[in-house]
Structure formats: structure tokens, C-alpha cells
């Protein structure tokens, strides 16, 4: 592993990928989400960026200081470095940069890797102690591996689209479900990799493909195994579920939207009994078990809708509380940015950025004795100079 090198601003020494270098080629939100993980851990990302226009999620939109929502969510803490990679003078700085990395991940289009000479297959030729993960629509090898793939193609095409909204009316999931996912398993497979060099377990060259499509087939798994095994496309249910009832969202008397659920026989008896007071409902037998319960959830909505009609969300919340009974409330996106569980738990930090300092979440892993670093945002270019100059190369690309 990488040891000469100088921590990033922003990056500690406690993180546990510390002294891990990651160098990335990059765009939109599958790669930025694994590599900035990678940093939230404490590796140094240095981000490779076209000199002409960097990472196109750069200009999705500029409603953050100037700056694209997408790009501040996903590329705090890294160094950008602009290297035009299609002339040999880029190539050569590249290469110097994989000399002394740890990792090298790349989201780029079908074959641009190959094309660079960067494949996994070169690396393992000329950078034989580098971990190569290359994320991908399809993956290799199937009729559909050379096209391009964005997170609505591929939830439409792993029948994501069909699970989600009402019948006749299929949506995509609000978050992009399959880049996300798709960098957290990216993210997972260098850590291991990781973990296995460290441990002497993992030996010679190391490379890992994750592919979008295969993410999401994988996210599919209930739905896939139930069809597979019943031949039956269950069909979406918006809010609800086709596998657990009663399990929905139910406007209430105050103009707000509980969302209630149970998972077993157990609860569902709490449910009617002491949140509905239905002891009518807890004894009939056709809701006796969760598949008859799913068979006949029309039912139960009508009559779990009528009861939160005629009470306010507290009063449904402090019922359902207090018969152990799963509840939220729906939400908007304004309502979670002041979240009072969010203040609460102090959540939110604030971070640099070239239009000013700027809130933003703290990650998930909430970790014994280290903070995530939260580092800036970078424009593009910024840390040029000061990473070949790492690399003894000067301004005009002379060798110092």
C-alpha cells in the first residue's frame, strides 16, 4: 500500500483508509458516490478530470452557490486534477499518478479503458500491485454490454420500473437506486480487496467489475424469485407492498400522511386490537395470516383508511407507538432538511465549496473515535499543479 504521500487537506490520519490512494476516472453518480465513500474512510481521492468541462454532473444544474446539487453530493474531499488523457503528454502524468495509487476506478464508457490502454488486462501487465475496478452498464460478455446505461435504463430495464408506482402507471425510484447502489457495492469490493492484500490473502494483480445492471437485478431478488417461482408479475403497489399487509400510507383528519406496517401475525393482531380497536378485524379469519391478509388488502385499507381519517397523525403516531406498531409520517424532501432527528443527532456539517461554505449530511457509518473528514469541493483543476508537482513535473509539464 501507498505510503509516500502527503494527506489530503481535510483527510486525518485516524481515518482507516488512510495512506490509501485512489486516483479516478469519473462522471455523474455511480463512481463519484464508491470514491467519495472511499475518502469519507480517509483515502486521498485524486479525480482525473477532462480540462474541457471535468465531470459533466458539473453542470446539471448551479442552484448550489453556482454549483451542480449532484456534484456537491458526491465529490467533497477530492483533489481535482485536469488531465487531457487523449494527448500522450496526459497519458504519461496518468501513469506517474498509478505508480504510486492504490486503486484505480473508472465509470467510463463501453470500451474506454481498453481504448487507454488502462483495462484491468493492461494494469495487470504494467501496474501489477494496483486494485482495477471498473463500473459498467451491463457488464461483459451479453447482447447488451456495449451500450450505455444511465440509472433510468437501467431500473427500466431490470423490471425495477414495473415494481414501482400503480398499475399502468410504472415510475423510477426518486433516488438513483441503481448508481448508488451500484458504487456502495464498488466501494465493498476495494475494501475487501484491501483488506485481502493487507492480510497477504490476496495476491498479484487485482481487478473487480460491477456492473449497474447486474446491481439492480440483485435488488430485484424478492420480486425475481417470486416470479420465477410463481410466474406471476406481482403488480406495484405505490406506497404499499404486494408482499405484507396491511403495509401503506393513510391521509389523516390534519391534512398529514401516516405510513403504517406490520411484518408478522403478531403485530397484525396489536394492530387491530390496540391501534384500531377492531377486535372484529383481529379474529377474521380471512386476515389470520399475512398471504390472506395480502389477498384481501383492499379491504384492510378501506377500513385502516376510514379509522386515520377521523384522528390527527400525533394521535395515530402515539397510538401506534404505544402498541408497538411500525409509523412514520410521509415527507417531502423540505420537510427532511429540517428534520428535527437530523438536528437532534447533529447530522449536518458544513463544507467548502468555490461559492462558500455550504451544509451537508454527515455519511451513514457513525464510527468509534473518528469523524468522517468532510473536505471541500473542488473546482476544476485546483489541485493540478500541486499533484504534478507531487510528481515532480512543473507547470509546463518539464520534469523539476
Known amino acids: ?26 462522471q455523474a453518480v455511480s463512481a463519484p458516490l464508491c470514491t467519495r465513500t472511499l475518502g469519507d474512510f480517509g483515502a486521498r481521492v485524486i479525480k482525473v478530470e477532462n480540462p474541457r468541462g471535468g465531470d459533466f454532473a458539473r453542470h446539471y444544474d448551479d442552484v448550489v452557490g453556482g454549483l451542480a446539487a449532484h456534484f456537491v453530493w458526491l465529490n467533497r474531499g477530492k483533489e481535482s486534477v485536469a488531465l487531457d488523457l487523449k494527448s500522450p503528454a496526459g497519458m504519461a502524468v496518468l501513469r506517474r499518478l498509478l505508480d504510486r495509487a492504490d486503486v484505480l476506478v ?27 475496478v471498473e463500473i459498467d452498464g451491463y457488464g461483459p460478455g451479453g447482447p447488451l454490454s456495449h451500450k450505455r446505461a444511465y440509472d433510468l435504463l437501467v431500473q427500466a430495464e431490470s423490471g425495477a420500473c414495473a415494481t414501482t408506482g400503480r398499475p399502468g402507471a410504472p415510475a423510477k425510484a426518486g433516488p438513483p437506486m441503481a448508481d448508488v447502489s451500484t458504487g456502495l457495492y464498488a466501494a465493498l469490493s476495494i475494501m475487501a480487496l484491501l483488506c485481502g492484500k493487507e492480510r497477504g490473502r490476496v495476491q498479484g494483480p487485482t481487478s473487480a467489475a460491477v456492473s449497474l445492471f447486474d446491481t439492480m437485478t440483485e435488488l430485484m431478488g424478492y420480486s425475481l424469485t417470486y416470479t420465477r417461482h410463481t410466474g406471476v408479475d406481482q403488480e406495484p403497489k405505490g406506497m ?42 383481529a ?8 398471504s390472506g391478509r395480502v389477498a384481501h388488502s383492499e379491504v384492510l385499507d378501506a377500513e385502516i383508511g376510514a379509522w386515520c381519517a377521523r384522528h390527527d397523525l400525533a394521535y395515530v403516531q402515539d397510538r401506534a407507538d404505544a402498541a408497538g406498531i411500525g ?57 493540478t499543479a500541486a499533484v504534478l508537482a507531487e510528481l515532480g513535473i512543473g507547470a509546463e509539464g518539464e520534469l523539476l
Open 106 to 132: 473508472s465509470n467510463l464508457a463501453p470500451g474506454a479503458t481498453a481504448k487507454l490502454g488502462i483495462a484491468p488486462a493492461d494494469l495487470a501487465v504494467s501496474h501489477p500491485g494496483l486494485i482495477a
Open 283 to 290: 379474529d377474521d379469519e380471512r386476515f389470520g395470516s399475512n
Open 327 to 383: 409509523n412514520s409520517r410521509y415527507n417531502t424532501p423540505s420537510d427532511v432538511v429540517a428534520h428535527p432527528h437530523l438536528t437532534a443527532r447533529d447530522r449536518w456539517r458544513e463544507i467548502d465549496t468555490p461559492g462558500g461554505p455550504v451544509p451537508a449530511l454527515l455519511p451513514p457509518p457513525v464510527i468509534s473515535g473518528y469523524e468522517q473528514p468532510m473536505g471541500p469541493i473542488p473546482a476544476l483543476g485546483e489541485h
Open 240 to 281: 404499499g407492498s404486494p408482499a405484507v399487509a396491511p403495509y401503506g400510507a393513510y391521509p389523516t383528519a390534519d391534512g398529514h400522511t401516516v405510513v403504517l406496517g406490520t411484518t408478522n401475525d403478531g403485530e397484525w393482531q396489536r394492530f387491530a386490537r390496540e391501534l384500531l380497536g377492531r377486535p372484529d378485524l
Open 1 to 26: 500500500m501507498t505510503t509516500d504521500r502527503v494527506d489530503a487537506p481535510g483527510h486525518g490520519s485516524a481515518g482507516p483508509l488512510a495512506g490509501i490512494t485512489v486516483v479516478t476516472l469519473e
